[in-house]
């Protein structure tokens, strides 16, 4: 597993998730679901009351009756996060796609953009 990764039968128990089509409770479905993830915060119920805040962007979410499996390409814990660190870093991410050149480098750099700013909605 990835850094950050969690195991899910260490006790954490998801109440919702959010994906392309909008909240979905976790907890039983009435079918299956497989579904990309949209980007923003999961927050991981544990055993004691106590939670835990994720940032998530890209991936795949799996419910079915067996559990919940989430595997994101992006997973940072909120408690990370640096508000004026990541203004700064949009504000550096704006003026690289100022300078780049048309093409791949700009999709990257609007790409860089859109990832920090939903970091920023999710504080």
């Known amino acids: 597993m990835g850094e ?3 195991r899910a039968d260490e ?3 998801p109440r919702a998730v959010l994906v392309e089509r909008g909240p979905h409770p976790a907890c039983r479905p ?3 679901i497989l579904s990309t993830l949209k ?3 999961v927050t991981v119920y544990k055993d004691g009351g106590s939670t835990d805040r994720i940032f998530v962007k890209g991936g795949m979410v799996e419910v079915n009756p067996q559990g919940l499996t989430l595997l994101a390409e992006v997973a940072i814990p909120m ?3 640096d508000a004026a660190a990541l203004a700064k870093q949009i504000k550096n991410a ?3 796609l100022a300078d780049a050149k048309p093409g791949e480098a ?3 750099a609007a ?3 859109e990832h920090l700013k939903a970091l920023q909605s999710a504080l």
């Open 4 to 6: 950050g990764a969690r």
């Open 11 to 13: 006790g954490l128990y």
């Open 30 to 32: 009435p079918s299956p």
């Open 39 to 41: 980007p923003g915060v």
């Open 79 to 81: 408690a990370e996060l």
């Open 94 to 96: 704006e003026e690289d």
């Open 106 to 108: 700009q999709r990257k």
């Open 111 to 113: 790409e860089m953009i």
